[in-house]
Nanobody, 123 residues
Framework: QVQLVESGGGLVQAGGSLRLSCAAS????????MGWFREAPGKEREFVSV????????AYADSAKGRFTVSRDNAKNTVYLQMNSLKPEDTAVYYC????????????????WGQGTQVTVSS
């Protein structure tokens, strides 16, 4: 079992920045690829970003490219999502998730999920 706890969400004006954190416990963190997803009201959960076990590889949704940066600190068992130039359409609950065997954007491949943190971007 992997337990994931997100933090860092909040209310920010358009153009502002937030840094989300996701602290992991329960298993060897460096054995897992880590993804970020988001879910806006009335919409399906969607992929935002993924980072490989070592941090050497990353991938982003088109909506996040150039604005968001994913990183991880395996010594601290934590993955981060730096979000810059935020837009009202970024408003959603953001989730981190862990998957051991694939580097993927597919929600169904992730075995462990956090409880989510709310990000609200005002115009």
């Amino acid at each position: 079992q992997v337990q994931l706890v997100e933090s860092g969400g909040g209310l920010v004006q358009a153009g502002g920045s937030l840094r989300l954190s996701c602290a992991a416990s329960g298993q060897t963190f460096s054995n897992y690829n880590m993804g970020w997803f988001r879910e806006a009201p009335g919409k399906e959960r969607e992929f935002v970003s993924v980072i490989s076990k070592s941090g050497a590889s990353t991938a982003y949704a088109d909506s996040a490219k150039g604005r968001f940066t994913v990183s991880r600190d395996n010594a601290k068992n934590t993955v981060y999502l730096q979000m810059n130039s935020l837009k009202p359409e970024d408003t959603a609950v953001y989730y981190c998730a862990a998957t051991r065997f694939v580097f993927t954007s597919r929600t169904s491949n992730y075995n462990y999920w956090g409880q989510g943190t709310q990000v609200t971007v005002s115009s």
